[in-house]
């Protein structure tokens, strides 16, 4: 009997041991173990909040612990696939800010790609730092009311794109954005005309680099006594065509129906290439548009003005012709009728305010003239009554 027991206790034994020897972790989702779950589950956490760097680092935890997860391996390709996509979409923001001159905006896109892709090549190259850029001779310009950079370089060096020069050589985080009143300097660059009396310029040099921070600000070594006569040695700059930035915000205002705001954009791009056709054809088209809503909202003379404009970059325009003519009659007639209604009223000085209106664009228009004179006389008689009677 004791055998019998004995030997029940021993099968029991060996099942229960041979039990918790089979014991395994179940497999998870991805079939991989708790911790490449876990690993996991952050790093989606992390996708979905749009760290896509920390997201990649948990997927390559997980496959550490799960190496033959194929899912996992194809989820990790995947989220690098898009990493580097968004990679190359930062970058060419980038490119798009810098040949605008927006440096400070370019430089922000260029880390944000190499925050995704930390060997992007191209990357590194737009934020290595150039040669730095020396200068012996300069000239200090203070920046006039209307004046853009493109202008400065147009005049210092005869190509207004040559801008970037002065933009890289002044820090400047935003070629685009310069105020009234503000001194630059002007360097004398080697192979670039430089349009300006010798004596006008001072000698310094100083050092700047391709891309900084807008609170970096440029120092000036001391003024040599002898300035070395070597030349300037510096890569190319970029050129940067700022006239294009203000034509395509003119278009984009143009199909907006922004017409003044065109406008203004158009004016700049002339101010910078006034020979750019493609400015003095939307100048035409934007004046014509602008010209015929203010027509249909009865503000005849600043269509007339509008339409006038417009004739100016095309004289070919036969319906600018016509509207001036039909904005100028429209105008007149308008006044016209509104003197003789407040003079029918007896609003005497109404009268002549709007007769005169009229005057002041055509002196023979029917009897407008006649029309004044017959309105001040009756003003005077009544002004005599108003002092007999006191």
């Known amino acids: 009997m004791k055998k019998i027991r004995i030997l029940g206790l021993d099968i029991l034994l060996v099942v229960m041991i041979g039990g918790c020897a089979g014991i395994q972790e179940k497999p998870t989702a991805f079939g991989g173990t708790k911790l490449a779950q876990a690993y996991l589950q952050q790093g989606q956490h992390y996708e979905n909040q749009g760290d896509l760097v920390e997201a990649l680092k948990q997927y390559k935890l997980a496959l550490t612990v799960d190496p033959g997860n194929r899912e996992l391996a194809e989820k990790s390709s995947r989220l690098e696939e898009n990493m580097h996509a968004l990679a190359k979409k930062h970058y060419q923001a980038g490119l798009k800010f810098r040949r605008k001159g927006k440096y400070y905006r370019a430089r922000n896109e260029f880390l944000k790609a190499l925050n995704l892709q930390p060997d992007y090549p191209e990357v590194l190259k737009m934020l290595e730092p150039k040669k730095h850029m020396a200068a012996k001779r ?39 954005k310069i105020r009234v009143g503000q001194k630059i300097k002007i360097p004398e660059i080697k192979g670039v005309p430089f349009l300006i009396k010798k004596e006008k310029i001072q000698t310094q040099d100083v050092k700047t680099s391709d891309l900084v921070l807008p609170d970096q600000e440029m120092k000036e070594d001391e003024e040599l006594d002898e300035p070395e006569t070597e030349e300037l040695e510096v890569e190319e700059p970029e050129v940067v065509d700022e006239a294009a930035n203000y034509r395509n915000l003119g278009i984009e205002h143009f199909n907006n129906k922004e017409y003044p705001e065109a406008v203004a954009e158009f004016n700049k791009v002339l101010n910078a290439d006034p020979d750019d056709k493609a400015a003095r054809e939307y100048l035409y088209r934007t004046h014509f548009e602008y010209a015929l809503v203010l027509f ?19 004289k070919d325009c036969q319906k600018c012709h016509d509207y001036i003519k039909r904005s100028e009659a429209s105008y007149m007639e308008t006044h016209y009728n509104r003197g003789l209604s407040c003079f029918g009223k007896q609003q005497l000085s109404e009268a002549v305010r709007e007769w005169e209106l009229v005057r002041a664009v055509d002196p023979n228009y029917k009897d407008v003239e006649k029309d004044i004179q017959k309105a001040k006389t009756l003003l005077e008689r009544l002004e005599n009554i108003k002092k007999s009677m006191q």
């Open 296 to 314: 249909k909202n009865k503000d005849y003379l600043a269509a007339k003005k509008n339409f006038e404009a417009s004739f100016t970059y095309n």
């Open 138 to 176: 300069s000239v200090e310009h203070t920046i006039q009311p209307g004046e853009s950079l493109t202008m400065v370089a147009k005049n210092y060096y005869g190509d207004y794109k040559k801008f970037s020069i002065i933009a890289d050589y002044n820090n400047l985080a935003d070629a685009t």
